[in-house]
């Protein structure tokens, strides 16, 4: 099992950017799949960007893609998410999870911070 802890979140101009980190307790940090979803007000969570377990492969979903950097140091068990360019339509609260399976489907995700709020202002 694995708790997570997000920080790193605030207000920010559009254009912007911001670092957000995922620390992770346990040992096993390594062995799993991590994620980062956003939850906008009144809006369902949704996904964002995967890595896997060497933090080789990276995946983005087409919204943030080509402004938002998602990596891991497996050392320091913590997962970061690097955003430039931000828009007022990033505005949300932002959550890092982790996962067996992976992909980009929520329910895959058995593992979930308290998250973080990003606030874009235009």
Avoid at 71 to 93: C, F, G, H, I, Q
Avoid at 99 to 109: A, I, T
């Amino acid at each position: 099992q694995v708790q997570l802890v997000e920080s790193g979140g605030g207000l920010v101009q559009a254009g912007g950017s911001l670092r957000l980190s995922c620390a992770a307790s346990g040992r096993t940090f390594s062995s799993y799949v991590m994620a980062w979803f956003r939850q906008a007000p009144g809006k369902e969570r949704e996904y964002v960007a995967r890595i896997s377990r060497s933090g080789s492969i990276t995946r983005y979903s087409d919204s943030v893609k080509g402004r938002f950097t998602i990596s891991r140091d497996n050392a320091k068990n913590t997962v970061y998410l690097l955003m430039n360019s931000l828009k007022p339509e990033d505005t949300a609260v932002y959550y890092c999870a982790g996962s067996n399976q992976g992909g980009d489907v929520l329910s895959n995700y058995d593992y979930w911070g308290q998250g973080t709020q990003v606030t874009v202002s235009s």
